[in-house]
């Protein structure tokens, strides 16, 4: 039989099934990340129709041998919601589904769910999405802004919790000015006879400044003998003021540690900006051997398990001593060689730290730095005012003594905050060290306690004191919700990449699985040393609040549409002329 007959066949039938390709392209032009297939042709086997060369052959028509995923160029929609990711590269998230297998997509619809008292962040379809070390992400949430309390005070309520003290007698008066220095003191007239404003002031640059105290503990101090010199601090609006006070404290600003006061100011440098304070990392005596010893997996050999560096495999190996590494925001007990020390659910044994658990802090340097290329300046500022005369204050005055209770002042509520009727009464504020003083003047803020609650503060981070002495709480420490700390969360979601990612097959929900054509999914990242640390770094970005689009190019899929239809109408007639000659030649007498 001719067999012009299955060259047609062959040819309708593929294009039956690029059709097919093409139009699931277009139907998921809205599917985010979806990733455009391709149909890859063939021809069939040939027919020689004379030997001994092969100068006449027939082929057989034609057939869909694979398909291909197109990793082309697509556009990011910006959504505006923290739970949208998108990968800016050929990169893909890791999820696990209900049967514990690992799939990969680049679907970043992600949200939050709670299961067991934890909130874990899932795919749109409900699977956990994985970390870099392909563990479930347990969503980090931020402490509750002061803010969010402070604006939801009830003053009135609170006023009437407020005491006011009469002080029977003061035995010693601690008054501690804050110098503004703001230009509101007349300098020298200029030359047409008007004064001039105070400038600002300047850096001194032998100082005789001193430390006192080197327990890293607790705070120190710092001395200056000038006699006309001021320490820098900037408050919690930003003013920058200036005060003879060297209390020293650690504060906590804008995520970092930093130098501060015993009021709770930041102290600065000559630059006039804040002095970071460098932690040290945990060391393995933080962890303790008996706690290890408790948590690392071993094999019959008394070998202990680790994450193998180049495969990521878990191995057995002789690890007598342990080390700390860190990774990301956390940290990480490793053996001498690097490698990830696991427990008996294979994951890795993390230290437990908080920001600020662990600090050693060389108080010497942070009057010279050390090194002979560095910079000879104080690290703390110490300045000179041109004109120090008639120096303004803002009146935070503490007074030590001897108080007791005045029923009888009226406590009058103006705008958020509270003042006292009686001009001899005064507030108790109980510091940073325990002391319990007296004011007339202050500003209120919150501070939240170590039990969670919030306390009604001075804006100096002194506790506000009821007339039983006792802290005035504001708010319970279960009232408030905390927010997602969403730019952690960006940190710990998992980006893969695969050797040929075009060869990775799809299973349908924007869900890819590896195959030996792909190769094994690997981390986006590489580990590299910053500032002697060895850390993690991604290779490819993350884009929070952005979703990928599908990459179907609508024009090109409605072009091969006509041109699939128009070769399958063509073969269908190669179908029906082979079988217009058939019958001639039967109907031969």
Not at 23 to 34: D, L
Not at 353 to 369: A, F, H, I
């Amino acid at each position: 039989m001719n067999i012009s007959f299955h060259t047609g066949k062959s040819a309708m039938i593929a294009q039956a099934k690029a059709l097919n390709i093409y139009g699931n392209n277009i139907a998921n032009v809205n599917t985010v990340g979806y990733q455009t297939i391709r149909p890859s042709f063939a021809d069939c086997i040939y027919d020689v129709e004379r030997e001994p060369q092969p100068d006449w052959q027939t082929g057989h028509g034609t057939y869909i041998q694979k398909t291909d995923l197109m990793f082309s160029e697509s556009h990011f929609e910006y959504t505006e919601r923290p739970q949208d990711f998108a990968i800016a590269g050929e990169g893909f998230f890791a999820v696990e589904d209900r049967w514990g297998d690992v799939n990969y997509t680049r679907d970043g619809a992600f949200g939050i769910t709670q299961l067991d008292g934890e909130w874990y962040l899932v795919s749109s379809s409900g699977e956990f999405v994985l970390d870099y070390e392909k563990n479930r992400i347990v969503v980090p949430f931020e402490e509750i802004s002061k803010g969010d309390v402070r604006g939801s005070i009830d003053w009135e309520a609170v006023s009437q919790q407020i005491g006011a003290f009469t002080l029977n007698n003061i035995d010693n008066e601690r008054v501690r000015y804050i110098y503004n220095g703001t230009g509101t003191v007349e300098g020298e007239p200029d030359e047409n006879g008007e004064p001039t404003e105070t400038p600002d002031p300047a850096p001194v640059e032998d100082a005789g400044l001193q430390m006192t105290g080197s327990d890293a503990e607790a705070p120190s101090s710092a001395v200056v003998s000038t006699a006309d010199g001021y320490f820098a601090v900037m408050d919690d609006y930003g003013n920058v003021k200036y005060t003879r006070d060297g209390q020293l404290s650690i504060q906590k600003y804008q995520g970092k540690w930093y130098l501060g006061s015993s009021e709770g100011e930041l102290i600065l440098d000559s630059d006039l900006q804040p002095i970071e304070v460098t932690f040290r990392a945990p060391t393995i005596d933080d962890v303790g051997a008996e706690t290890i010893d408790r948590q690392v997996q071993k094999d019959e050999n008394d070998q202990v398990a680790v994450r193998d560096l180049e495969t990521g495999e878990t191995v057995f190996k002789a690890v007598t001593t342990f080390g700390v590494q860190q990774d990301g925001k956390k940290f990480y007990v490793v053996s001498p060689e690097g490698e990830y020390v696991l427990d008996n659910a294979n994951r890795r044994i993390e230290v437990p730290s908080r920001d600020g658990d662990y600090y050693s802090v060389n108080w010497d340097e942070l009057v010279t730095p050390a090194g002979e290329d560095e910079e000879e300046r104080q690290i703390i500022g110490v300045f000179r005012f041109a004109d120090s005369t008639n120096l303004t204050t803002d009146d935070r005055t503490r007074y030590e003594g001897t108080g007791a209770v005045d029923q009888n002042v009226e406590k009058i509520v103006e705008g958020s905050g509270v003042r006292l009727g009686n001009a001899d009464a005064f507030f108790a504020v109980e510091g940073a060290d325990g002391t319990v003083r007296y004011t007339r003047n202050t500003g209120f803020d919150v501070l939240q306690g170590d039990d969670g609650a919030w306390y009604l503060a001075t804006n100096e981070g002194e506790y506000v004191l009821g007339a039983n002495n006792q802290r005035i709480m504001v708010a319970e420490a279960e009232q408030y919700t905390p927010n997602v700390d969403w730019d952690e969360l960006r940190e710990m979601v998992g980006v893969f990449e695969f050797p040929n990612p075009y060869g990775i097959e799809a299973w349908g929900t924007n869900r890819y699985v590896e195959t030996d054509r792909s190769g094994a999914a690997v981390a986006a990242r590489e580990l590299r040393n910053i500032d002697g640390v060895d850390v993690w770094v991604p290779t490819m970005d993350k884009l929070q609040g952005t979703l990928i689009v599908s990459n179907v190019d609508l024009a090109t899929q409605m072009v091969k549409l006509i041109e699939t239809q128009r070769a399958y109408q063509i073969s269908s007639r190669v179908v029906t002329t082979s079988d217009e000659l058939a019958r001639i030649a039967n109907n031969l007498r």
